[in-house]
């Protein structure tokens, strides 16, 4: 039985899985959908040319790019596509104006490798305080902003390694009125939860939540952004944005909001299965409105256990998720966690395996 209402349309649009997957932080499964459209544009290229094949799928290149602009807050002339999340964050930084001593506050579930991307600049990184769950203190930010302004904020919307979902909305509210412009990591929300926050830039990629391809990332910049970015557009991956568009309608045949609340409700009852399952604590509050579930080890457990554990999953029982250790998010401390990630077709049976799995290896 498919934990969500939607689980068995989802499942009917995609081949079956070999595996159970519980992954889709890392990598969602793709459509038929997708992949067929995919397909169809490389023979296009194959048998007219890449440049005429292009020529050919104007008008849905366009079409696909207002879609994906309404689900981020933004217009299709403000987006430009490169390979990934990352590249996205590298093509921002290395096109922004921004002050020889640069300075970004950031939240704790900053991904580590964007903190890598900030300090080879040279850029003054300051954690922002936080609940005892991880979201923004929203007093203190704007205490803060008060007596300080930093050249740009950088928020992981939802980060590498914790399910929490942070404010964006309430913290460019009140980012722009101390006239600070706020930058937001998408890569794991987009698909996930709303996304229209009105941050001046956001990017993302097409291959988690959305079950769009690899190799198709986004950066959009509000042309009435606080500070002027200059980007110009890369070589594109064209059937792989072909096949994000794809994804993203039909995310919009089925309902944004109806997806994001499934997902959200499919987080809750991952959480309550698996918590305290075996000493595994489940890091994020129960009715936290994502699907990403994190599972703290046992008491002793090291980064090496929890990969052992993870390969042991796979290997043995073919259930796939991810050991998610610190180096994702070094601003919340040292240690690591087990990360689940299901989608719509997840099943009940799916989540009773992983427990029954965690509770022997759990102690």
């Known amino acids: 039985m498919y934990v969500s209402v939607l689980g068995e349309q989802f499942h009917r649009a995609r081949l079956s899985p070999a595996i159970s997957h519980l992954d889709s932080a890392s990598a969602g499964r793709s459509s038929n959908a997708v992949i067929g459209t995919i397909s169809a544009h490389l023979w296009r290229e194959a048998e007219r040319g890449s440049y005429v094949a292009a020529d050919d799928q104007a008008e849905e290149f366009a079409r696909d790019t207002r879609d994906l602009a309404s689900l981020i807050g933004h217009t299709a002339e403000e987006i430009t ?3 990934s999340a990352r590249a996205a ?3 921002l930084l290395n096109g922004w104006s921004l002050p020889v ?3 970004v506050w950031v ?7 964007n903190l890598v991307e900030f300090e080879r600049r040279g850029y003054a990184v300051r954690p922002l305080p936080d609940d005892l769950d991880g979201h923004i203190d929203l007093d203190a930010l704007e205490n803060m902003l008060q007596f300080e302004q ?3 904020i950088h928020i992981c919307h939802i980060g590498s390694m914790s399910g929490v979902v942070q404010p964006v909305a309430r913290i460019v509210e009140i980012a722009h009125a101390a006239q600070v412009p706020v930058v937001v990591d998408m890569a794991q929300s987009v698909g996930h939860v709303p996304t229209v926050t009105g941050a001046d830039i956001v990017y993302g990629t097409s291959r988690k939540w959305l079950t769009g391809p690899r190799g198709v990332g986004f950066l959009a910049v ?3 952004s606080l500070r ?3 980007i110009e557009s890369s070589e594109a991956f064209l059937a792989g944005r072909l096949g994000l568009g794809v994804a993203v309608a039909e995310l919009q045949r089925i309902g944004q909001q109806r997806v994001f609340r499934e997902l959200a409700a499919i987080g809750r009852a991952t959480r309550e299965r698996l918590d305290g399952i075996g000493s595994w604590v489940v890091c994020e509050p129960v009715d936290e409105p994502s699907a990403l579930v994190t599972l703290a080890p046992p008491p002793g457990w090291q980064d090496a256990d929890l990969r052992a554990a993870r390969d042991r999953l796979f290997n043995e029982l073919g259930i796939l998720v991810t050991a998610a250790e610190s180096w994702r998010a070094p601003l919340a401390g040292d240690q690591g966690v087990l990360r689940i990630s299901p989608h719509l077709d997840v099943r009940r049976e799916d989540l009773d395996q992983l427990a ?4 022997i290896m759990g102690y």
């Open 356 to 359: 029954d799995a965690l509770r």
């Open 228 to 230: 002027t970015v200059e």
């Open 107 to 113: 939240a704790k579930n900053e991904f580590g490798p």
């Open 101 to 103: 001593s640069t300075t």
């Open 222 to 224: 509000r042309r009435d």
């Open 150 to 152: 930093p050249d740009f």
């Open 89 to 91: 964050l590298r093509a």
């Open 81 to 83: 596509f490169r390979e």
